[in-house]
Every structure is written in C-alpha cells, then in structure tokens.
C-alpha cells in the first residue's frame, strides 16, 4: 500500500519507465523498407518542423533552400536555429534530448562529431539501440499503398518485423477525388464507369485485399477542418459505402485525424500545412450512426480538444489518440493530459509520437512521459488524499493501459 506523496512518486515514476510503450501513429518504416526509413543527426535537424523554424531566420529563396543537399540543409538550420538562438522551441529542445541521451555531448559545434557517431552505426543496431532507449515496444507505421515506393516492397515479399505494425493510410482515396479511380482501375479494380455499386464493392476488394496484405491494425486519414459527414460528395460515399463497411467486417477502427489545412504555404513542402477549427458534430454523427463501427480520433486544433473528450464520455466506439502535430508542445500536452485524464481516466490513448525520424521516439517520449508522470502524480494524490487505497500494482496497471493496453483493448471490442 502507497502510504505517502514521496512512495506514490516513486511508483508513479518506476512505472512509467519501464512500461513498454506501443506507439499507435507514426511515420516509421521497418528497415526493409530501405530509405524510407529516416535516421540520424541530419535527418533528425531537418525535420519538416525545423524548416518551418528555420525560415523566419533566413532570406534565401525556398528554391536555393531545396536546392540544397541534406547537409547544406542541415548546417544551415543548425546555424540559424542553435548557434544564433538558443534552442528552445520544442522542435530544436527534441534534438538536443536525442543527443544528449545517446551519451553524446551536446555542443554548439558538434554537428561534425555526431555525424561521424551515427556513420559508425548500421541501422538495424540503430532501431535496435532507439527501441530499448525510448521504451517503445512497437509502433504502427503509416502505410500507403498508393506510394509506389512503399507498394513496391509490400508486393516484393515484404519481411516483417513485429516491431512495425501496419495501418492502411487512405488519403489518396478519400481527399484525391476522381483522378484515384484511374490508378484503382490499372491495378485490375473495375472502378471506372460503373454502376456506384459495382465501383463500391470494387473499392471494398481494394481495402480488404490492403488490410489483410498488410495485417493493418486500423485504416487511417487525415481530413480537412471542413471535413462534414453526412455530405453530398465522394469522400462520404466512400466512407459509407466502403470504409466503414470494410472496418465493421474485418472490427477494426477507422482512424479520423482531423483539422489539416494542406499547403496553406506550399512552398514549405511537408512543412507547409496548418490547422483549422472542425466539426465535432461530425464526429458524434459518426459514432452515432455507426455504433458497431470503431472510430479512433485526433484532431489538430487546441479548441476541440474539450468537446472531443466529451464526445468520448458519449461514445464507447470513440478512441481519442494523442497530442497530434502542433499540440506535441510541453504546454499543451500538460492542457491536454489532465483535462483528458479528468474526463476519461484509462480510456484515452494520451500520446503517439507521430516520428518520422526513428531518432524521434527517444525524444518524443522522453518529454511526454515526463508530463503524463507529473498529471498522474496529481490525480493519484488527490484520491490517495481521500483516503483511497492505492498500490504499486494499481499503477502498473494504469500506465499500461495509457501506454498501449486501452489501445489494443479497443482493437478487441466487437460491438454488436
Ligand atoms: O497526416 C499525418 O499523419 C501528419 O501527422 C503528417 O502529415 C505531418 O506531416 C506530421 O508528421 C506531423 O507530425
Ligand atoms: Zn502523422
């Protein structure tokens, strides 16, 4: 039994650490996938992220900036955003935590020295070293079969690695109107001039044939802040006719991640999309209308954060995941965890990572555990204030629900 706040911090911060985390949305490959997989120093400093920081110290053209190589990149933003200002934006703090872990030491004229440590790396021992670092026991990737790079290696007899889970990603299909149809019809889909319920079944082989090719744990979107459903348009008839019928079939989750607003300055490229205000009312459609389907959500703007929570509170078929894209900031991340935690207890997956760069996760969840540590710390003292028994093993059990179990619980529900 935890007696006082000095034991229920301990507990608190023995559990969190060792708990093996599933990271449930990232942008990570398994190595078989070759390059796509990014790592290392000068990915890591030329995150999309830190272009976007780095262009308001800079007067070169977006062209001369892409012209350059990976390094040129690199050395730049290191210039302008760590030797000419401190690096404390959330972006440039996450390098320094990754360096700073690896044992290297952290320095403003280092950029030499620590490409020379990850030359020395193979990148097998490299997932291998950021795994048992960061805790995280496996992540689901981001998979789009419209990619002919990445289609290429699930058709080229794919080798799996358990630590890299799959999620069909459909954006292409569902923001890409018309044009997709042309490229479903190449691959053998007769999806052109059809009647809508030959093209539907067509599209529902295409998504099954894709979930089960790739063992995908949930299908996956992001969608405009003025994503409607119901809507008069292809993106609703596809939902309806095909997503949500695929996913009740094979009781997987349909993930929604909404409120991008894409290229709102295209010359950043991956760094160039913003946020917007969405619909709440949307996603409690959804849930309504659908109870036997399964809807994970996150959404990018500060101000539906609440009313998602609460729409969570209304639906058991909702699954609220992490603190997506601008809101993986320390100071919204803590908003968002207590208000969360408050309103939904366990049942809430409070973070993914959303990496890109494998290096990533060391830093991502390093500085989220740290705050769900704090919030929990403050929820645990105030019912052991109350007099409530708690014990080491209550805390485990909590941390992993929060860290994957409420997650792949939610994959097991059937609701009929
Ligand atoms: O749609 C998404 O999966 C977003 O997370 C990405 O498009 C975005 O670029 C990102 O990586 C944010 O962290
Ligand atoms: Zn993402």
Redesign the pocket.
Known sequence: MIKSHVELRDAIDRAVAKTKITDV?T?LYNPKFGDMLLWGVDELVTY?YLIAEVFRHVDISYDDFWAMDKEGQSDLIWQKLFIENSPYSESCRGVLTVLNKLGLDVKKDGLREYREYFKSKTVEEYVDLVFEMSGVKDVIM?NDPFDEEERAVWLGGYERDDRFKAALRIDPLLNGGEEILKQLQGWGYDVIDQLDKKMYSEIRRFLTEWVERMDALYMAV?LPPTFEFPEDSMRARLIENCVLPVCRELNIPFAM?IG?KKLINPDLQ?AG?SVGKSSIDTVEYLCANYPKNKFMVTMLVRENQHELSVAARKFRNLLVFGC??FLNNPSLVEEMTRMRFELLGTSVVPQHS?A?VLDQLIYKWEHSKRIIADVLYDKYKDILDTGWDLTQEDIQRDVDKLFGKSFWEFLDRDFK
């Open positions: 949305h942008h999309h981001t992001s991640m991008v991956l999309d997506w894209w959303d890109r």
